[in-house]
């Protein structure tokens, strides 16, 4: 769904909506539940999305733009290459959340 959503939507979620957006698709929640919903949805901690898989295990780069809205960008594309080379030093490259590693 975080796919879905970000590939034909870049820079529409901030991190919130996303997450937000996803729940409610996830549960099915009506329209008349979503501010109910809402208020119970983030009186909890959230993952933030360097815990997705999209990052995580399938590689593709996210991108908050000035306004902390997302984009998505496959590994093999130069829009990925150039943020995570970050020549100009103005971006915070940060890297997703590795999974534990079992002992």
Known sequence: MEYELLSANPY??????LLF??????????KENLAAEEEAFFAKSQ??????TLPK???W???FNKEGKIA??????????????NESGELKVIPAM???RKK
């Open 12 to 17: 529409i979620y901030s991190q919130s909506e």
């Open 57 to 59: 295990k399938l590689g």
């Open 61 to 63: 780069g996210i991108h």
């Open 72 to 85: 998505l960008y496959g590994i093999g594309t130069p829009e990925y290459k150039q943020f995570s080379e």
């Open 98 to 100: 590795r999974s534990s």
């Open 47 to 52: 993952a933030c999305l360097r815990s997705s």
């Open 21 to 30: 957006e996803v729940h409610v698709r996830h549960k099915e929640i009506s």
